[in-house]
């Protein structure tokens, strides 16, 4: 059974640090892309960014809004991902997802974890 | 990169169907057909319903359909049941360069 499970969320001031972890089971955590997804209280999904497998040099992609703040990186070693977050902003308040990219051409989000929420606040 | 646009509620009676609608443009929608389609309860994960515009993944039922044209991809439900109420996001690739994904705002479905 496919499982991902995110922890680390919780209470950051505005301008703190705070990292997530995606914790993988149940599929090789090492060929997949893996994303992250947020949801701000009452809105739509926003996609943050992704990391490739190794065999596609762990390439990083960014949404616009976060980049430069948020790094992605993975530890295949733990089949876990991460979301170090930075220069956090009240407006990054959200449940934060990870996601796996499904398909053979990677054309989807085929499985979820349940979500963390970061909350960024004084 | 904005948002996908989709209509923010729709409605029907058990047994009845529904459209949802998707709108992009020609650099995410109408370039690619890598549209997915999300169903999300309240307080829980998006569930995917439907990937590259039409195809079902195992164990989602056959009244969800995907189709696509032009820069607008649609969700139909057929059949609607009382479980079908959820949200519905819609989602696109949008290309390298950009935001790579790009969802829709989402749809609150009400079955009445």
């Known amino acids: 059974e496919v499982q991902l499970v995110e922890s680390g969320g919780g209470l950051v001031q505005p301008g703190g640090s705070l990292k997530l972890s995606c914790a993988a089971s149940?599929?090789?955590?090492?060929?997949?892309?893996m994303h992250w997804v947020r949801q701000a209280s009452g809105k739509g999904l926003e996609w943050v960014g992704r990391i490739r497998s190794k065999a596609n040099s762990y390439a990083t992609a960014y949404a616009a809004s976060v980049k430069g703040r948020f790094t992605i990186s993975r530890d295949d070693s733990k089949n876990t991902a991460y979301l170090q977050m930075n220069s956090l902003k009240t407006e990054d308040t959200a449940v934060y997802y990870c996601?796996?990219?499904?398909?053979?051409?990677?054309?989807?989000?085929?499985?979820w974890g349940q979500g963390t929420l970061v909350t960024v606040s004084s | 990169q904005s948002a996908l646009t989709q209509p923010a509620s729709v409605s029907g009676s058990p047994g009845q169907s529904i459209t949802i609608s998707c709108t992009g443009t020609s650099s995410d929608v109408g370039s690619y057909n890598l549209v997915s389609w999300y169903q999300q309860h309240p307080g829980k994960a998006p569930k995917l319903m439907i990937y590259?515009?039409?195809k079902r993944p195992s164990g989602v039922s056959n009244r969800f359909s995907g189709s696509k044209s032009g820069n607008t991809a649609s969700l139909t439900i057929s059949g609607l049941q009382a479980e079908d109420e959820a949200d519905y996001y819609c989602c696109s690739y949008a290309g390298s360069s950009t935001s790579n994904w790009v969802f829709g705002g989402g749809t609150k479905l009400t079955v009445l």
């Open positions: 590259e515009v039409s």
């Open positions: 149940g599929f090789t955590f090492s060929g997949s892309a």
């Open positions: 996601t796996r990219q499904g398909g053979s051409w990677g054309s989807h989000f085929d499985y």
